[in-house]
Structure formats: structure tokens, C-alpha cells
């Protein structure tokens, strides 16, 4: 039994194919396949069942898996001893990024940090919220930029900035004649919400006291941000967007926003990380890169804002 090999039954349990699997991991097929036989062969049991398409995993192949996920990834802690002992930046970084957050943070700091430091190899994964805690826990990924606090205990975080949540009304809504908007003003039958799953959806409808939406959602399943912004600009309806990427708008687009009442609306921006992860300098890098690069004022929670 190899490190190889347990990387080779990784790889096919992420693709459940054999020839992708290979393609991943830089080799042919069959070597790949080969080397897992002779894995299966050493401890007389079958990982895979092959006789399925796509390839499924066996119930005893399943606890393999999972013991090789922590196996590997206590064997990456070696590297980055390593390279935090030499105060390295070197090697891969995997960073997932909420979808509400990744097209409006993004632009701000990544191309900055990696023109700054070339040597940096990140890799962005955009993810939801309990997908990337998932991940951060078996292994699969090195951080996460999320919105709320996670509740493992494996994990920690650090705090990046505060992120005030806005409304975008359309001029043919009554809303857009308000200068704020208070939830009692809105209404839920002209709302494009995210779909469930989205911590951006939840925070809001908390916030606004909606037990359900019965809404757009009906005629439009799986919207994104952006999607429902264009809906809106075009006239139709009310959505709700948050603080970064109202700087992205031009003259026009702003005159569709609008602040809620006191108390506002907010969420706390964090990067979550395990808390037996080594790299503090890299870390460090990144948290002070994307501080610098989001507004001064967005480093606290103001007074009239609120958590939701």
C-alpha cells in the first residue's frame, strides 16, 4: 500500500470513472487501474463496484476511502511544516468562496495578491456554505470565505469584514419610491430570492420574518445573483444584493438600490480554516490582502447595523 494508490481510490470516488480519474491524476488508465487492483488485492477487499455506472462505491470501500482522505491529508502536513518553516509561500492553496461573495470579492484582491506573490499557487473553488465546511473537515480544501460562524469544533476562523445587505428595486415596484426599505413594505410575491441552501436566501428571510417565499421561485428555480439583478433592471420584481457589489454598478444601475431601515441588515465575512492548519504566513498574507482591498468602513460592524 502506497500513498499513490490512496490518492488513485480519491480520485475515483470524486469521479466515479475510471478514465477521468486518470486524466486527473496524470496517468493512464490502466495503470491507474491496476494499481487499485493490487490495493484491493493487499487488504482482500473490494473498494469499488465496478459492474456500476457510474462506478460505485462498496460499504467497506467507503470506510477505505474515508481513512485514506485523513491518511493523505495528514501526510500534506508534512509539506507545509515544511514550507512555513521556511516562511514559503509555495504550493497549492484551495480556497472556497461563497457564490454570493466570490464575483464581487474576487476582482478586488486576487489578481493583487498573485501579482504580488507568483510564487502562490491558489485555487479557487466556488461553494455553499455547508459544502465548503464539508470539505474543510475531510480535507479537501484549505479555507473558506464564508458567512457564518461554523459550528465544528475542528474548525476556526478569523474574521474579514461586515457586509451590509441592500435592496435592488425595479422603477415599475411602489417600493422604488421609497428612499428605505422597511420589511413591512415588502412584497414577497415580487421577490427573487436565491434557491434553498444559499445562507444569503436565510440571513434574509430571518431578517425579514418570511417563513417561506412563494414568489418568482415557482417560474424561475436556481437563479443566480446576477440573473435576478437583470430581472429587476428590466422591471420586474425586487431582489436583494449585498454591499461589494453595489460598487460594481454604474450610475444608472444605482438608482435602482436601496438601504434598509435601522436597524440594517448585515453579515460577517469570514475565512474559516482547520484548526490544525500550519500555513499562518500564507494565511496571513491573504486575510491582510483582501482587508486592504475592501472598504475601511466595511473592517467593523457599525452601530445601525445588525447580524442576521
Known sequence: ???????????????????KAAEHCNVTQPTLSMMILKLEDEIGVKIFDRSMQPVKVTPTGRKVIEQARKILYQTSLIK????????????TFRLAVLPTIAPYLLPRFFHKLT???????????????QPSINALINGEIDAAIIASLP???????????????????????????????????????????LDEGHCF????????????VKINQAAYRLGSMETFMRMVE????????????????????????RPFAIPKPAR????????????SKLL????????????KQMHTLQAIQRIV
Open 115 to 129: 501579482g504580488s506573490h507568483p510564487e502562490m499557487d491558489i485555487r479557487i473553488l466556488e461553494m455553499k456554505t
Open 284 to 295: 496571513s498574507i491573504i486575510i491582510e490582502s483582501i482587508r486592504d482591498n475592501v472598504p
Open 268 to 279: 460577517q465575512i469570514i475565512l474559516a480554516t482547520r484548526t490544525d492548519f500550519i500555513r
Open 201 to 212: 436566501r436565510d440571513q434574509l428571510m430571518r431578517y425579514c420574518q418570511m417563513e417561506s
Open 80 to 91: 507545509d511544516i515544511v514550507n512555513e518553516a521556511e516562511q514559503s509561500l509555495k504550493g
Open 234 to 257: 428590466s422591471g420586474n420584481g425586487i431582489t436583494f444584493i449585498p454591499e461589494l457589489a453595489v460598487h460594481q454598478l454604474s450610475s444608472e444601475q444605482k438608482e435602482l438600490v
Open 1 to 19: 500500500m502506497n500513498i499513490q494508490q490512496l490518492e488513485y481510490i480519491l480520485a475515483v470516488d470524486t469521479f466515479r470513472h475510471f478514465a
Open 151 to 193: 459550528g465544528d469544533k475542528q474548525l476556526q476562523y478569523d474574521t474579514l469584514y461586515y457586509e451590509e445587505f441592500f435592496g435592488y428595486v425595479s422603477r415599475n415596484e411602489t417600493l422604488f419610491k421609497n428612499d428605505l426599505i422597511r420589511t413591512a413594505d415588502i412584497n414577497e410575491e415580487k421577490l427573487w430570492l
